[in-house]
């Protein structure tokens, strides 16, 4: 069974390698180190999609069901 630290680790290197991809399929001169940076946050720190719901701060009696 993988540990959180070696799923991260699987999840990090999956974005940098797509990152990484995307950038050659682009034809890309030089590495966008920034382009690398967000596919990490992203990947650490995902948001939902935006028509999963409403945020407990967006209910209120009408639509509180």
Do not use: Y
């Not at 999956?14 to 596919?39: F, I, K, M, N, P």
């Not at 948001?47 to 999963?52: F, G, R, T, Y």
Request: zero cysteines; charged letters at 30%; hydrophobic letters at 40%.
């Amino acid at each position: 069974m993988e540990t959180a630290r070696e799923t991260h680790r699987t999840a990090i290197a999956t974005a940098l390698s797509a990152e990484l991809q995307r950038q050659a399929e682009a034809g890309a001169q030089r590495v966008d180190v920034e382009a690398l940076a967000e596919a990490v946050l992203r990947v650490l720190d995902p948001h939902p999609p935006l028509a999963e719901g409403q945020r407990p701060e967006e209910l209120n009696s009408s639509n509180d069901g």
